[in-house]
């Protein structure tokens, strides 16, 4: 794999968090001067290409991949839309460990899932569902999310007390890593049936 399309690699997994030159070269074993070259060239290929719909963004020392400003009113329409974007499994779990733990980091997410959350984080926010809960007191100050009012209203929800109490388990942590999201789903799931038996 080129130098280019791992660095692109981590720029999409690292989502809205994005990754420091420091990040990149650890991670590839690249050297400064060519991560810095070939953020250069993703900046350029992306800005000439009209038909690519990315660009990158830097913030101090921090690289993202983000849409362009064009799409801006396209992906509104689309995250507005409820019919055409009802919740994937993935967007349930996410949303029922960050119900359970909030304010919670993506990475902690990543961590009780197993896998990567940065797309499913990013498209909750995008739907109003969960939002920005400030930044943790540690080095590099990663977002914490949290629920919204939103999120209370799209489920029926007066209050997050109203969820369903979780396993003991679950609540010390003592299997978080082995049961994943699972635990936080099944309850999660067993409020929304019962939402939806009252009904």
Do not use: C, W
């Not at 499994?89 to 733990?101: D, F, G, M, N, Q």
């Not at 999120?151 to 010390?172: K, Q, R, S, V």
């Amino acid at each position: 794999m080129s130098p280019l399309a791992q660095i692109e690699s981590l720029l999409f997994v690292s989502g809205d968090e994005g990754i420091t030159v420091a990040d990149l070269a650890a991670a590839t074993g690249l050297l400064r001067p060519a991560i810095l070259a070939s953020l250069e060239r993703l900046a350029e290929k992306y800005r000439d290409d009209p038909d690519s719909a990315l660009e990158l963004m830097v913030n101090e020392t921090t690289y993202r991949l983000v849409t362009k400003a064009a799409t801006g009113d396209l992906i509104k329409r689309y995250f507005e839309n409820p019919l055409s974007t009802s919740l994937s499994p993935a967007s349930l779990e996410v949303l029922a460990i960050i119900a359970y733990r909030q304010p919670i980091t993506r990475i902690e997410i990543d961590e009780i899932r197993g896998v990567q959350s940065a797309s499913t984080v990013q498209k909750l926010v995008l739907r109003r569902l969960i939002e920005d809960a400030g930044r943790l007191d540690e080095p590099g100050r990663p977002k914490l999310y949290r629920t919204s009012a939103y999120f209370l209203d799209y489920f029926g929800l007066e209050e997050l007390t109203d969820l369903p109490p979780l396993p003991a388990a679950a609540t010390t942590g003592d299997h978080a890593d082995e049961d994943g999201g699972d635990i936080f789903l099944k309850a999660f799931n067993q409020q929304l049936n019962q939402a939806g038996d009252d009904q």
